[in-house]
């Protein structure tokens, strides 16, 4: 038995209150893999659980966090050894199962991933399940077809940290890319990551009641839903795709079919939660070599444990830009 950091979230009277404690392994779920944590990230859904959202986290007190990377204390399997580097990422971590937030997890050996030579534990926290999400979506609009062309793939939501390492990567790989934003001040910081063109997120939310509407986009990242999606979805080039891995702005949108039936786009669902373990494993792979980023850390801010309960804060206020990297060590 160890005694640990965790950030909790508690229920009180039907409010929720987030703050620093302390508690013992043994208060831990069962699992194989007893993990000391080093890095996590704080994710849009992490400020959701730790909001009291019940369709991510069902039962208080509970610890957010869907990221860990960190060294194996104890391990009941072959397959992970004491001091083994690793990372979790999705599956039920930080959802209603003890997670990132707190300095050690446990968890089923079938979550876990050793991490790969190509990155470091900060790099691969810095990434996170928007790495791994945003890596998700642009190759699974590659194996629809797409290639560098002239015309620019648009990224919604760029500011935050799906879109920015979506920009990041999609620049890496030579793509011209657009990036929507409400924030213009931003604008500097989405070019560094190399966006060739901002666009206003007001000129994605105009247009909704018509069928169709110019082609502009050779694929499109969209992090956001509503009827944003539905809008990028009529102004896809023919043939072209979109992968959709968010709702911040939505879970529904007016549709029509003429945008399939007419120009034969494709709209691409991503899911970077429950994939098998051995896809997870390919993409960091893939982000440890191939599509590794040189400037990771020019969209990361580190904070500590202590500091975590305000960034939730600024982040469920949508104030927050690009990732958050969380040390626990």
């Given at each position: 038995?160890?005694?640990f950091?965790?950030?909790?979230?508690?229920e009180?009277?039907?409010r929720?209150?987030?703050?620093?404690?302390?508690?013992?392994?043994?208060?831990?779920?069962?699992?194989?893999?007893?993990?000391?944590?080093?890095y996590s990230?704080?994710?849009?859904?992490?400020a959701?659980?730790?909001?009291?959202?019940?369709?991510v986290?069902?039962?208080?007190?509970?610890t957010?966090?869907?990221d860990?990377?960190?060294t194996?204390a104890?391990?009941s399997?072959?397959?992970?050894?004491?001091?083994?580097?690793?990372?979790?990422?999705?599956?039920?971590?930080?959802?209603?199962?003890?997670?990132?937030?707190?300095?050690?997890?446990?968890?089923?050996?079938?979550?876990?991933?050793?991490?790969?030579?190509?990155?470091?534990?900060?790099e691969?926290?810095?990434?996170?399940?928007?790495?791994?999400?945003a890596?998700?979506?642009?190759?699974?609009?590659e194996?629809?077809?797409?290639?560098?062309?002239?015309?620019?793939?648009?990224?919604?939501?760029?500011?935050?940290?799906?879109?920015?390492?979506?920009?990041?990567?999609?620049?890496?790989?030579?793509?011209?890319?657009?990036?929507?934003?409400?924030?213009?001040?931003?604008?500097?910081?989405?070019?560094?990551?190399?966006?060739?063109?901002?666009?206003?997120r007001?000129?994605?939310?105009?247009?909704?009641?018509?069928?169709?509407?110019?082609?502009?986009?050779?694929?499109?990242?969209?992090?956001?839903?509503?009827?944003?999606?539905?809008?990028?979805?009529?102004?896809?080039?023919?043939?072209?795709?979109?992968?959709?891995?968010?709702?911040?702005?939505?879970?529904?949108?007016?549709?029509?079919?003429?945008?399939?039936?007419?120009?034969?786009?494709?709209?691409?669902?991503?899911?970077?939660?429950?994939?098998?373990?051995?896809?997870?494993?390919?993409?960091?792979?893939?982000?440890?070599?191939?599509?590794?980023?040189?400037?990771?850390?020019?969209?990361v801010?580190?904070?500590?444990?202590?500091?975590?309960?305000?960034?939730?804060?600024?982040?469920?206020?949508?104030?927050q830009?690009?990732?958050?990297?969380?040390?626990?060590?």
């Amino acid at each position: 038995m160890a005694r640990f950091k965790a950030l909790q979230t508690n229920e009180n009277g039907g409010r929720f209150e987030t703050s620093l404690m302390e508690r013992d392994t043994d208060e831990l779920p069962a699992g194989e893999v007893l993990i000391r944590v080093t890095y996590s990230s704080l994710n849009y859904k992490d400020a959701l659980s730790a909001s009291g959202n019940r369709g991510v986290t069902r039962s208080f007190p509970h610890t957010p966090g869907i990221d860990a990377a960190g060294t194996v204390a104890e391990s009941s399997v072959a397959d992970f050894s004491i001091g083994d580097e690793v990372i979790v990422t999705g599956y039920d971590l930080g959802m209603n199962t003890a997670g990132g937030f707190g300095q050690y997890i446990r968890v089923p050996a079938a979550w876990v991933i050793k991490r790969p030579v190509g990155l470091s534990l900060r790099e691969a926290m810095a990434l996170g399940t928007a790495g791994l999400t945003a890596a998700l979506c642009i190759d699974k609009l590659e194996q629809a077809g797409l290639e560098p062309t002239d015309a620019p793939i648009l990224v919604t939501g760029a500011t935050g940290g799906v879109g920015s390492i979506a920009i990041a990567l999609l620049s890496r790989l030579g793509y011209k890319v657009a990036a929507v934003t409400g924030k213009a001040e931003q604008g500097d910081f989405l070019r560094k990551l190399g966006a060739t063109q901002v666009v206003e997120r007001s000129a994605l939310q105009a247009g909704t009641e018509k069928p169709l509407l110019k082609e502009q986009w050779a694929g499109a990242v969209d992090t956001v839903g509503g009827d944003i999606l539905f809008n990028v979805v009529k102004s896809l080039q023919r043939g072209a795709s979109v992968a959709c891995c968010g709702l911040t702005a939505g879970t529904h949108f007016q549709a029509n079919v003429l945008p399939f039936i007419l120009r034969g786009v494709n709209l691409l669902g991503v899911d970077s939660v429950e994939i098998p373990l051995v896809v997870k494993a390919s993409m960091w792979d893939k982000l440890s070599v191939q599509w590794k980023l040189p400037n990771l850390d020019d969209l990361v801010q580190e904070i500590s444990l202590e500091q975590l309960p305000e960034a939730i804060e600024r982040t469920l206020a949508g104030q927050q830009t690009g990732r958050m990297l969380v040390r626990l060590d």
